[in-house]
Nanobody, 115 residues
């Protein structure tokens, strides 16, 4: 069983920054992918940033150059630093973990970008 708990969402003005954090617990294997997805009202959930256990990262074009994903394997955490936020970044953000062919999601944290 895997549990993912996010924190750090909130309200921020356009151009501002937020940092999301996710703590994983349970049966976490040494090789996995961790990441962040988001879902805005009326849209499907999309992965915006992924990082492998060796540190390789990948970003959606919509966030490239503005978001940075990082992880601490010892602490089993993954963070998402979001800079230059735009109103279209408003969504519920979900922590994601993929290992041994299974996908796990956290409960989500709301990020609202508005003046």
């Amino acid at each position: 069983q895997v549990q993912l708990v996010e924190s750090g969402g909130g309200l921020v003005q356009p151009g501002g920054s937020l940092r999301l954090s996710c703590a994983a617990s349970g049966s976490i294997f040494s090789f996995n992918y961790m990441g962040w997805g988001r879902q805005a009202p009326g849209n499907e959930r999309e992965l915006v940033a992924v990082i492998t256990s060796s540190g390789t990262t990948n970003y959606a074009d919509s966030v490239k150059g503005r978001f940075t994903i990082s992880r601490d394997n010892a602490k089993k955490t993954v963070d998402l630093q979001m800079n230059s936020l735009k109103p279209e970044d408003t969504a519920v953000y979900y922590c994601h973990l993929r290992q041994t062919g299974s996908n796990y999601w956290g409960q989500g944290t709301q990020v609202t970008v508005s003046s």
